[in-house]
Every structure is written in structure tokens, then in C-alpha cells.
């Protein structure tokens, strides 16, 4: 039998819950599934007796990623800019080889021009809140299903080079070998090599960054006010930020007014924004394969590499 028809699974689901959310649930559970993500299995879980909650899950091996991205939520939740999911539970079934987050469940709805203006806004008062004096964060983390390493540094050029940029070349050439891998990689190494001077810029701190922030990693509720999920957070430089937001060009252009108003980028952000987004290219590269070759082949040669 499916597991995800077995009563006794979903009894041993509620179960875990209701022990760590110290709540009372009881089934029968009205299950409705969620469009959206390649990685785990969405759902929103509606107990007979109980709150309604979404709930990710996955087999055990995905327990550190719910265990980071709650990390992450809880994170992004104390700046008190954004709001973001409650955290009710990160829960672990070994003999049911189950893992899964658990979330509050909130009622969306579509956004207007303005919601977009306020969230671009705010998205500045978070990088403008949430500070630190060294790049990094508490632990290492995933964006999408990639390790992505956080050992805090003082120097950003440093950082983005090594844990960010060489990190991806490294998987890179684990996964489609050398003789696939070496114009990219070459091209890449000369550009890590220029960070220094290209990265250069008036001092700014280290902000907290959402770190994978696309159109499908915000929701707006009722009151038309974003909601970030699926966070890849560090401490690093806020137009890296950025690199993300325009890689796909899915926001409207009221989401950077609202962003500039609030806190203007800083003259030559267009080329650093075009390396942080080579980031993100090379690991759809790593995560999606050699469809996404040639977009990083484009961003090289648009930086002159």
C-alpha cells in the first residue's frame, strides 16, 4: 500500500505533531496537495480536530534540509520586516523513512502593483535591519537541493569566490567531468581571480539575504503583504540579492522602485549583480543540466570573461 494511503502513517504523522506543537489532532485528514517545487512533497493538512498546517515532507536523508530551512524562516522571522511562515515543527519518522517541516498554513491571494512596491520596500528595511560584520552564517545550508557552504569571512570578494563560485566549479566538474566542464571553468577562474576589483564598492555591512528569492518563493496573503519561503539565507553583500531576483525578470518593476526608494543600490551595481547571477546559473547548471550551459557562457562573456 502507498504510504500516503495508509492510516497508520498518517496517525503516526499527526502523532509527531501534535507532540511537538503540543496540540491536540485527530484524523480523518482532508490532504490537498501544493503546485509548486521539484524537491519535496507539498501539502496542506486539514485534521477533523485540530489547526489546519502545511506540512513538506520527504524521506529521512532530506531531515538537514527542514531542519536548515526552518533555520532559515526562524532567521529572516526576527528582522520583523517580512513576514514569513510560523515554524510549528520539524518532525522525523525513522520507521516510516519520513521527514517533513511543518509549517502555518496561510490563505494567498494575487498581488497588486502595489504589494510589490511595499515588498521591494521592505525587502531593503530586512537588508537594512538584519546586519552583521563578517560574511557568512551559522551553518552551512542548501539552495535548492545544492550544499551551499556559509564558513564566515571578513572579506566578501573571498567569500563569493570560494564558497560561492569555486564551490559550484567543484560540483560542476564532479558531476559532468573535466572535458565538459573546462570553458566555463576557466572562464569562471579568471573572473574569481579579478573579484577583488570587480566586487569593489563603497563599504557597506553584511545583510541578511533570502538567498534564493524568485517570483515562486513569495506569496502575498490577504492584506496583500509578502510572505518569503524557501529561504537559502547568509550574511553577504545585499546586491547579491539581486542576482536571483533578475535572473528570470519575473518581478514587476514597482517591486525595485519600492527596493530604491527605500535604499538605493550604488553606481556599477549592474555588473556585480551580473556575477552574482552567474552563481545561480552555475547551479542550475549543476542542479538541471547542460540546458542551462549556454546562460552561463552569456553572462561570462557579458562581464568580458
Same mark, same amino acid.
Request: hydrophobic share 40%; proline share 6%; with cysteine.
Given at each position: 500500500?502507498?504510504?500516503?494511503?495508509?492510516?497508520?502513517?498518517?496517525?503516526?504523522?499527526?502523532?509527531?505533531?501534535?507532540?511537538?506543537?503540543?496540540?491536540?489532532?485527530?484524523?480523518?485528514?482532508?490532504?490537498?496537495?501544493?503546485?509548486?517545487?521539484?524537491?519535496?512533497?507539498?501539502?496542506?493538512?486539514?485534521?477533523?480536530?485540530?489547526?489546519?498546517?502545511?506540512?513538506?515532507?520527504?524521506?529521512? %536523508?532530506?531531515?538537514?534540509? +527542514? /531542519?536548515?530551512?526552518?533555520?532559515?524562516?526562524?532567521? #529572516? *522571522?526576527?528582522?520583523?520586516?517580512?513576514? !514569513?511562515?510560523?515554524?510549528?515543527?520539524?518532525?522525523?519518522?525513522?520507521?516510516?523513512?519520513?521527514?517533513?517541516?511543518?509549517?502555518?498554513?496561510?490563505? %494567498?491571494?494575487?498581488?497588486? +502593483? /502595489?504589494?510589490?512596491?511595499?515588498?521591494?520596500?521592505? #525587502? *531593503?528595511?530586512?537588508?537594512?535591519?538584519? !546586519?552583521?560584520?563578517?560574511?557568512?552564517?551559522?551553518?552551512?545550508?542548501?539552495?535548492?537541493?545544492?550544499?551551499?557552504?556559509?564558513?564566515?569571512?571578513?572579506?566578501?570578494?573571498?567569500? +563569493?569566490?570560494?564558497?560561492?563560485?569555486?564551490?559550484?566549479?567543484?560540483?560542476?566538474?564532479?558531476?559532468?567531468?573535466?572535458?565538459?566542464?573546462?570553458?566555463?571553468?576557466?572562464?569562471?577562474?579568471?573572473?574569481?581571480?579579478?573579484?577583488?576589483?570587480?566586487?569593489?564598492?563603497?563599504?557597506?555591512?553584511?545583510?541578511?539575504?533570502?538567498?534564493?528569492?524568485?517570483?515562486?518563493?513569495?506569496?502575498?496573503?490577504?492584506?496583500?503583504?509578502?510572505?518569503?519561503?524557501?529561504?537559502?539565507?547568509?550574511?553577504?553583500?545585499?546586491?547579491?540579492?539581486?542576482?536571483?531576483?533578475?535572473?528570470?525578470?519575473?518581478?514587476?518593476?514597482?517591486?525595485?522602485?519600492?527596493?530604491?526608494?527605500?535604499?538605493?543600490?550604488?553606481?556599477?551595481?549592474?555588473?556585480?549583480?551580473?556575477?552574482?547571477?552567474?552563481?545561480?546559473?552555475?547551479?542550475?547548471?549543476?542542479?538541471?543540466?547542460?540546458?542551462?550551459?549556454?546562460?552561463?557562457?552569456?553572462?561570462?562573456?557579458?562581464?568580458?570573461?
Amino acid at each position: 500500500m502507498n504510504r500516503h494511503e495508509d492510516g497508520a502513517w498518517v496517525d503516526a504523522v499527526l502523532s509527531a505533531i501534535s507532540r511537538a506543537c503540543r496540540v491536540s489532532l485527530a484524523g480523518p485528514v482532508i490532504r490537498k496537495r501544493c503546485p509548486g517545487g521539484c524537491i519535496h512533497q507539498a501539502e496542506i493538512w486539514q485534521p477533523k480536530r485540530g489547526p489546519t498546517f502545511f506540512i513538506k515532507s520527504g524521506p529521512l %536523508t532530506r531531515a538537514d534540509m +527542514f /531542519q536548515k530551512e526552518a533555520q532559515g524562516l526562524r532567521a #529572516l *522571522a526576527l528582522s520583523r520586516t517580512i513576514r !514569513t511562515p510560523g515554524v510549528l515543527a520539524e518532525i522525523e519518522l525513522p520507521d516510516h523513512d519520513f521527514a517533513a517541516l511543518v509549517l502555518e498554513a496561510i490563505e %494567498t491571494c494575487q498581488p497588486k +502593483f /502595489q504589494d510589490w512596491r511595499k515588498f521591494g520596500s521592505d #525587502l *531593503a528595511r530586512l537588508h537594512q535591519t538584519a !546586519t552583521a560584520n563578517r560574511f557568512g552564517f551559522d551553518s552551512n545550508n542548501y539552495l535548492g537541493a545544492s550544499p551551499q557552504i556559509n564558513d564566515w569571512c571578513v572579506d566578501w570578494p573571498t567569500f +563569493f569566490g570560494e564558497q560561492r563560485l569555486h564551490a559550484q566549479l567543484r560540483m560542476a566538474r564532479e558531476k559532468f567531468g573535466k572535458t565538459n566542464s573546462g570553458s566555463v571553468t576557466r572562464r569562471t577562474e579568471r573572473l574569481i581571480a579579478n573579484l577583488s576589483q570587480l566586487l569593489h564598492k563603497p563599504p557597506e555591512p553584511a545583510v541578511l539575504l533570502h538567498g534564493d528569492l524568485w517570483s515562486g518563493n513569495v506569496l502575498f496573503d490577504r492584506e496583500g503583504r509578502a510572505i518569503l519561503i524557501d529561504p537559502a539565507p547568509y550574511y553577504g553583500d545585499r546586491e547579491a540579492e539581486w542576482g536571483m531576483i533578475e535572473l528570470f525578470g519575473q518581478f514587476p518593476g514597482t517591486f525595485r522602485e519600492g527596493y530604491q526608494d527605500t535604499w538605493p543600490l550604488l553606481d556599477g551595481a549592474e555588473v556585480r549583480i551580473g556575477i552574482y547571477r552567474l552563481y545561480h546559473l552555475l547551479n542550475h547548471w549543476n542542479l538541471f543540466g547542460n540546458s542551462y550551459l549556454l546562460s552561463c557562457e552569456d553572462v561570462l562573456r557579458e562581464l568580458g570573461y
